[in-house]
C-alpha cells in the first residue's frame, strides 16, 4: 500500500480499485499477469488489481522465506511473540476499517466481518503468551551423569493456500502459530480476498516481523498459482503444507506432501449434522438450526448440512423452521447491514450452488422452499437492493433422505436438508452416515442423550444445544474422515503442525556411556518363600 494511502482510505474509496503486488522479502513485486476483485455484491464495483503469480515467482518467494528462516528461528521465541502482542493492538485499532474492507470485498454483512476479525485478534493474543510457553521437558536419563532434554523446533518453510470465506481469521489460525514457532511462510491467498491478504501482512510488517517471513503470492487455484505452490513440495522447498479448502484438492496436495515425506495440514470440507431430539427448546432449537444453515450464506465448511428431526416434533419443527427461513433478509451487506446474508463470494461457487436443484429432484427429494438465484425476474420478498448487481441465492429448504446425494454432498450456498429420524440411536447412525466428520450439534435437555451423541458422534466438533458454526482461538479446530487429516488448528494443539521435536543428551562423565548395555541395572535378590515362612 502507497504511504500516502491511510488503511481508512484504503477501506472507503467505494468504486476505486487499488493496485498492488506480491509481498517478497519485504518487497512488493509485480510480476505475472494482471487479476481484479470485484465487490461480490456489486460486480461493478472494482476492488483492486493485482497480479496472479507463476511458478518461478512462487521460487523467489520460497528462497527469500529461507534466507529469513536463518533470522528468524533464531530470533528468542519470546520476542516473536512480542510481534504478535504488537499486531493484536495493531488489528485491534484497524477493527473497524478491515470489517468494512471485509464487507466490500467478500460481501460478509458487518456483525460477521467484525467477529472474523476479533477471531485474528483473539488468535494474535493467545499466541503472543505462548511465546514464553514453547515448552520442552527434562528428562531423566538411565545412565549418571548424563541430562536428556526436548525442545521444539520450527520446520523451516511452510507453504499455506487458504479460502475466501474467513479471510482474516483462518489465516490467522496458520499464519500467527507457524511465525510464532519460528517458521516463514509462502502464502497463497484466495483470490475473493487479496486486497485483505495483503492489508494483513502489511499489519505484520508494522507489528515488527521481518522481511520474508511471510511472503505473499496472489492467484488462483487449479492450473495456476495455487496448483504450482503446491508442487514446489516435489522441488525440495517446501518444508510444511497447511491448506484450507475442498476435500478434492485436499487429498491431492495429502499426495503430494506425502510423497515428499511432508506432514500437511488439512482443514476440508463438511457436511454438519444438526441433530434436534423430541424434548429439545423448539425456539432454541429453531434459531440455531437456522442460523447454522444461513450464516455467512452456508459458505461455511462448518454450516449445517442436514438437520436430523426426532419423529414425535418433526411436523412442529418444520413449520417452525420455515417461517424463521421465510422472514430471512438477504442483499447487500455494505449498503443494509441488517441483511442475514450477502452474495456468493464468486460465480463458481455460485454455479456448483444451482446445480444441486437438478440433484434434489432427480433424487426425489422434496422441495419446500427456495428458487434458485434472486433477481428482478425471479424476486425474493425479502430482498434489500438490486438483485442484479451480484450472485444472490434464495435461502433454500429442501425434504431429504438418508444417500440422497443432497444428503452426502457438501453443497456450500443457503441450502439445508430436513431429514426425519426416530430416536437418538438412528440420528447418531443417519449423522455418521456422511463421509464427513468436521462439525455437529445436537439439541436435547436429556443428559444420557447428549451423552450417546458426544461420544457416538465421528466429528472432530460437536455442539451441546448450539450451532454447528463458531469457533475460539483455544479451542481445537479439525475434523476426520473426508473433513481433515487429523491436523488441528487453533489452541495450543496448532503447535504441533508447525514443529518437531528434538531430543538432546548431554554427557558429563567424560567417557563413553551406552544406554541399554552399560546401564546399571539393579537386579532382584533371591525371593523369598513367603508361603513357607508364614506358614
Known amino acids: 500500500m502507497p504511504p500516502e494511502v491511510t488503511m481508512k482510505a484504503f477501506a472507503s474509496k467505494y468504486g476505486n480499485a487499488l493496485e498492488?503486488?506480491?509481498?517478497?522479502?519485504?518487497?512488493?513485486?509485480?510480476?505475472?499477469?494482471?487479476?481484479?476483485?470485484?465487490?461480490?455484491?456489486?460486480?461493478?464495483?472494482?476492488?483492486?488489481?493485482?497480479?496472479?503469480?507463476?511458478?518461478?515467482?512462487?521460487?523467489?518467494?520460497?528462497?527469500?522465506?529461507?534466507e529469513a528462516f536463518a533470522e528468524w528461528s533464531r530470533t528468542p521465541a519470546p520476542v516473536r511473540g512480542q510481534v504478535l502482542f504488537n499486531l493484536a493492538k495493531i488489528l485491534e485499532r484497524e477493527k473497524p476499517t478491515l470489517t468494512r474492507l471485509m464487507v466490500r470485498e467478500v460481501g460478509k454483512t458487518p456483525k460477521e466481518a467484525a467477529g472474523d476479525v476479533q477471531e485474528a485478534i483473539d488468535t494474535a493474543i493467545f499466541f503472543a503468551s505462548e511465546g514464553r510457553r514453547l515448552y520442552g521437558q527434562t528428562v531423566p536419563s538411565e545412565m549418571r551423569d548424563k541430562e536428556l532434554f526436548t525442545f521444539r523446533r520450527p520446520l523451516g518453510v511452510v507453504g499455506m493456500i487458504t479460502?475466501?470465506?474467513?479471510?482474516?481469521?483462518?489465516?490467522?489460525?496458520?499464519?500467527?502459530?507457524?511465525?510464532?514457532?519460528?517458521?516463514?511462510?509462502v502464502w497463497k491467498p484466495s483470490d475473493d480476498s487479496p486486497t485483505?491478504?495483503?492489508?494483513?501482512?502489511?499489519?505484520?510488517?508494522?507489528?515488527?516481523?521481518?522481511?520474508?517471513?511471510?511472503n505473499v503470492v496472489f492467484g488462483g487455484g487449479k492450473d495456476s498459482t495455487g496448483q504450482w505452490l503446491v508442487e514446489l513440495m516435489d522441488e525440495?522447498?517446501?518444508?510444511?503444507?497447511?491448506?484450507?479448502?475442498?476435500?478434492?484438492?485436499?487429498r491431492w496436495i495429502g499426495e503430494v506432501a506425502g510423497r515428499n515425506l511432508i506432514r500437511p495440514t488439512l482443514e476440508l470440507g463438511g457436511k454438519n449434522p444438526l441433530v434436534v431430539m423430541r424434548d429439545a427448546d423448539l425456539d432454541l432449537a429453531v434459531e440455531g438450526a437456522w442460523w447454522s444453515a444461513f450464516a455467512t450464506g452456508g459458505q461455511r465448511c462448518t454450516s449445517a448440512g442436514n438437520i436430523l428431526v426426532d419423529a414425535p416434533i418433526y411436523e412442529e419443527f418444520k413449520r417452525r423452521f420455515l417461517e424463521k427461513v421465510e422472514a430471512t433478509k438477504v442483499g447487500n451487506p455494505l449498503l443494509h447491514p441488517e441483511v442475514t446474508y450477502g452474495p456468493f463470494l464468486n460465480e463458481r461457487l455460485f454455479?456448483?450452488?444451482?446445480?444441486?436443484?437438478?440433484w434434489g429432484e432427480e433424487d426425489g427429494a422434496r422441495l419446500l422452499f427456495g428458487r434458485g438465484r434472486i433477481t428482478r425476474e425471479n424476486p425474493y420478498p425479502r430482498f434489500l437492493g438490486d438483485p442484479e448487481a451480484g450472485l444472490y441465492g434464495w435461502p433454500t429448504v429442501w425434504e431429504a433422505k438418508p444417500g440422497?446425494?443432497?444428503?452426502?454432498?457438501?453443497?456450500?450456498?443457503?441450502?439445508?436438508?430436513?431429514?426425519?429420524?426416530?430416536?437418538?440411536?438412528?440420528?447418531?447412525?443417519?449423522a455418521n452416515s456422511t463421509p464427513y466428520g468436521l462439525s455437529s450439534a445436537i439439541y436435547t435437555n436429556?443428559?444420557?442423550?447428549?451423552?450417546?451423541?458426544k461420544v457416538g458422534i465421528r466429528a472432530g466438533m460437536t455442539s451441546i444445544n448450539n450451532t454447528t458454526v463458531g469457533a475460539e482461538a483455544h479451542l481445537p479446530f479439525g475434523g476426520v474422515k473426508a473433513s481433515g487429516n487429523g491436523a488441528r488448528e487453533s489452541g495450543i494443539w496448532?503447535?504441533?503442525?508447525?514443529?518437531?521435536?528434538?531430543?538432546?543428551?548431554?554427557e558429563y562423565s567424560g567417557r563413553l556411556q551406552l544406554a541399554q548395555m552399560d546401564t546399571g541395572y539393579v537386579r532382584p535378590k533371591a525371593p523369598t518363600p513367603w508361603e513357607e515362612v508364614l506358614g
Do not use: C
Open 404 to 430: 440422497m446425494r443432497q444428503f452426502q454432498e457438501e453443497i456450500f450456498g443457503p441450502t439445508i436438508n430436513l431429514v426425519k429420524v426416530d430416536g437418538i440411536e438412528e440420528a447418531i447412525e443417519v
Open 446 to 453: 436429556h443428559r444420557h442423550w447428549a451423552y450417546l451423541f
Open 351 to 358: 454455479r456448483r450452488w444451482l446445480e444441486h436443484y437438478a
Open 494 to 506: 496448532v503447535i504441533e503442525e508447525y514443529t518437531y521435536w528434538h531430543a538432546v543428551n548431554e
Open 236 to 250: 525440495g522447498l517446501l518444508n510444511k503444507f497447511a491448506f484450507t479448502g475442498s476435500t478434492k484438492v485436499g
Open 163 to 185: 479460502a475466501g470465506n474467513f479471510p482474516i481469521a483462518v489465516p490467522s489460525w496458520k499464519l500467527i502459530p507457524a511465525v510464532l514457532a519460528g517458521n516463514t511462510v
Open 20 to 66: 498492488f503486488g506480491h509481498l517478497i522479502g519485504g518487497e512488493e513485486v509485480y510480476e505475472g499477469q494482471t487479476l481484479e476483485r470485484k465487490n461480490p455484491s456489486d460486480l461493478e464495483d472494482l476492488v483492486a488489481r493485482f497480479p496472479e503469480g507463476t511458478k518461478d515467482t512462487l521460487r523467489k518467494a520460497a528462497l527469500k522465506a529461507r
Open 196 to 214: 485483505l491478504s495483503y492489508v494483513f501482512v502489511k499489519l505484520f510488517e508494522e507489528a515488527g516481523l521481518l522481511p520474508g517471513v511471510i
